[in-house]
């Protein structure tokens, strides 16, 4: 299972993931001079991928610093995270999609299975199972990190909310160890996790309890 290889990864190398959230704004202007904007995100990215594949246990790639540069960012995209498991790495695509029915099924296809597809993927929880249905499909070989409680000042407009007595958050973390309780690996872990913003050590406990 994919949590399993996650596992080991981060036993042997450490728990650090390299996000490789590329702004084209953030490049060295030796590699600007040289190629086109897309070109350049993915020399850079093979770059930082050969500096750090031995210290690290994954990589996480944002998929919309690729949209923004149009169809060759996305070649970008697909081309990174080609060259990171051409390396042996494990690779998350962080594109929170969130949609039911067909819609949903597309977008698992197409990030799980498809021409970008990664090992984990973040999804958004707010429509309920349904959005989270399309993806249970691939698990095992895949895996998923359901959003829970963000980092963002304004999280708390929604996810601090108390129905029930508890934080909106803790309801979906609730769900999120449900939906992974039959899809657990050898190492103890779920191959559909949560994520958690670190600023609130609190509510990162609390979401782990």
């Known amino acids: ?19 490789l959230d590329t702004s084209v704004g953030l490049l060295p202007a030796s590699l600007l001079d040289k190629l086109p904007p897309a070109r350049a995100v993915l020399a850079f990215n093979r770059e ?6 031995d210290v690290c246990a ?5 998929i919309a610093h690729y949209e923004a540069l149009g ?12 060259y990171a498991h051409e390396q042996g790495a494990i690779v998350i695509g962080d594109v929170k999609r969130e949609d039911i029915a067909s819609t949903g099924e597309m977008y698992a296809r197409a990030h799980l299975a498809g021409e970008f597809a990664v090992d984990m993927i973040t999804v958004n929880p707010y429509m309920g199972y349904d959005a989270i249905r399309p993806y249970l499909l691939y698990l095992g ?6 959003l829970i409680r963000t980092s963002n ?3 708390r407009d929604f996810q601090e909310l108390e129905p029930g007595g508890r934080p909106l958050f803790l309801h979906v973390a609730r769900a999120v160890a449900e939906w992974g309780a ?4 050898h190492c103890g872990y ?9 600023t609130g050590p609190d509510q990162l406990a609390a979401a782990r309890a």
Do not use: H, N, W
Request: include cysteine; hydrophobic fraction near 50%.
């Open 182 to 185: 039959e899809r657990i690996g």
């Open 71 to 82: 169809v060759d960012g996305l070649a970008a995209y697909r081309e990174t995270i080609a």
């Open 141 to 146: 070989e895949k895996g998923i990190f359901v």
């Open 190 to 198: 779920s191959a559909v996790g949560g994520v958690v913003g670190a």
């Open 1 to 19: 299972m994919i949590i399993d290889r996650l596992f080991d990864a981060v036993s042997e190398r450490g728990p650090v993931c390299v996000g």
């Open 58 to 62: 994954c990589f996480k790639v944002q």
């Open 48 to 53: 930082v991928i050969d500096a750090t594949i």
């Open 153 to 155: 000042p304004s999280a």
